[in-house]
């Protein structure tokens, strides 16, 4: 079921005056482009799953496209849906007419990049069919007008996902050329999409949630997994470089990450003020929902990691930019008044990340 918290606030809420809430009325002015509105922040603060979106690989030449279009359909066996919502079941001779169809905007070029593999991922234990309805709206929305494709649902892992094979020359004629932004975009609006169907996804950077560094890469997880040593290139380039840096080096570095990690823990803590300042305009039944999302969005600012910081960091990190910042919640006459407590909990503290 989605979030029924953000449904009734958000959604049209009158407040006392009469006028119509909107999200926008809950949102901090935006100084910079890290900073997100109150919904987006929440959602993350609950520490929900993230939406996935992965780009898997690039479609050079009819061969190479076709090939795929046989892998996400299982050769044949899964039907493919495309932009249209026309079902293909015909197999791999239906998928080769199809590509014909795309193959007369090819780029001329061996390494020419003709498509673009797409995946979509859900949490494990989301309804297969709500996943399905999640990417076809998102994909007619993205591309549906734009760029052809097609696209199936797989089911043999925990986390259903989907296959998606976009044509990158567009109707019009302009390419589509998909870079990290563009992948950003992709990801909160199938999150959002996602939503709607009852699985309970956000899309947030991990800056934004206080982690530093880049994931780990699926297939070196499940390599240090089984024991064994990792030998990727790109590791050992990784790990001569953090070897070759000098101390001043590796201290600006990480003074630019504390410095992000403030002021991403600093609009957490403004967005609370800023929705605490708005209860007093809800109905009361909805003053308590809010209230709510202000100790959500506090304890989060309170618990987030800050690296490889422990929590004693974290907490003092906290109080030096909550400092000055009133929480007082007054919620109407009835309600109590609610302060931000200053000393952290003695169990807190002596647990490490």
């Known amino acids: 079921m989605r979030d029924q918290i953000l449904d009734d606030l958000l959604k049209g809420s009158r407040g006392k005056k009469g006028r119509t809430m909107s999200p926008n009325d809950l949102a901090l002015p935006k100084r910079n482009s890290s900073q997100k509105p109150l919904t987006a922040l929440y959602l993350t603060a609950k520490k929900l799953p993230q939406a996935v979106t992965k780009i898997t690989s690039f479609g050079k030449g009819y061969a190479q496209v076709l090939n795929h279009l046989s892998y996400i359909s299982r050769n044949g066996e899964l039907s493919l849906e495309d932009q249209d919502g026309q079902i293909l079941n015909g197999g791999i001779a239906e998928q080769a007419e199809l590509l014909d169809t795309w193959a007369s905007d090819f780029g001329d070029r061996v390494n020419s990049r003709d498509s673009v593999h797409l995946m979509l991922s859900a949490p494990e234990g989301s309804a297969s069919e ?8 998102f994909l007619q929305k993205e591309f549906g007008n734009k760029h052809p494709y097609v696209f199936a649902i797989h089911t043999d892992t925990q986390k259903p996902h989907a296959h998606v094979c976009i044509k990158l020359m567009g109707e019009e004629g302009k390419k589509l050329n998909p870079r990290k932004d563009t992948l950003d975009g992709w990801r909160e609006k199938f999150a959002k999409e996602c939503r709607e169907q009852g699985i309970l996804v956000e899309a947030s950077r991990r800056f934004e949630r206080g982690l530093s560094g880049k994931k780990m890469k699926d297939t070196a997880r499940y ?22 840096q000098t101390t001043e080096q590796r201290n600006e570095k990480e003074e630019k990450q504390r410095a992000r990690n403030q002021a991403v823990r600093r609009h957490y803590i403004e967005a609370a003020r800023n929705a605490a300042q ?5 109905p ?70």
């Open 278 to 282: 708005q209860i007093k305009n809800l």
């Open 130 to 137: 709500s996943l399905k309805i999640a990417a076809r709206t």
């Open 223 to 244: 390599v240090q997994a089984r024991g064994e040593k990792l030998y990727h290139p790109s590791l050992r380039a990784n790990e001569e470089k953090a070897r070759t």
């Open 284 to 353: 009361p039944g909805q003053q308590k929902a809010m209230m709510d999302i202000v100790k959500t969005l506090d304890d989060f600012a309170k618990t987030m990691p800050f690296g490889k910081a422990n929590l004693v960091t974290s907490y003092q990190e906290y109080l030096h930019l909550k400092k000055g910042i009133s929480m007082d919640l007054n919620a109407g006459s009835n309600s109590k008044k609610m302060v931000a407590k200053e000393i952290a909990p003695k169990n807190e503290l002596e647990r490490n990340d």
